[in-house]
Nanobody, 126 residues
Framework: QVQLVESGGGLVQAGGSLRLSCAVS??????????MAWFRQGPGKEREFVSA????????SYADSVRGRFTISRDNAKNTVFLQMNNLIPEDTAVYYC?????????????????WGQGTQVTVSS
């Protein structure tokens, strides 16, 4: 069974930074085959796409709201994907979820992802 565990969330002031990690276990020899992504769900909002990375880490995609501030990366040797978040704003407050895609395609729709973590809370104070 594939499991995803996020970490690195917390409380930060506006303008600050956080680095989220997502460790994948179970069938890890397949980790480098699939695209990975981050989604988030803010209070009273629907879950939304944040960023995705292809199997090699070369091709990335970002939501307009985070482009230029967030950076996604992955370490296939450690079965881990990261989200570096800089210049955080209160609107970034949300539970952040890591997800593994069904294919190696860098998508942005929830149904393109087969496995999800439990989420990590990010709170940005003004």
């Amino acid at each position: 069974q594939v499991q995803l565990v996020e970490s690195g969330g917390g409380l930060v002031q506006a303008g600050g930074s956080l680095r989220l990690s997502c460790a994948v276990s179970g069938y890890t020899f397949f980790f480098s085959i699939y695209a990975m992504a981050w989604f988030r769900q803010g209070p009273g909002k629907e879950r939304e796409f944040v960023s995705a990375v292809d199997r090699s880490g070369v091709s990335t995609s970002y939501a307009d709201s985070v482009r230029g501030r967030f950076t996604i990366s992955r370490d296939n040797a450690k079965n881990t994907v990261f989200l570096q978040m800089n210049n955080l704003i209160p609107e970034d407050t949300a539970v952040y979820y890591c997800a593994r895609a069904r294919t190696d395609r860098v998508g942005d729709k929830s149904d393109e992802f087969a496995y999800w973590g439990q989420g990590t809370q990010v709170t940005v104070s003004s």
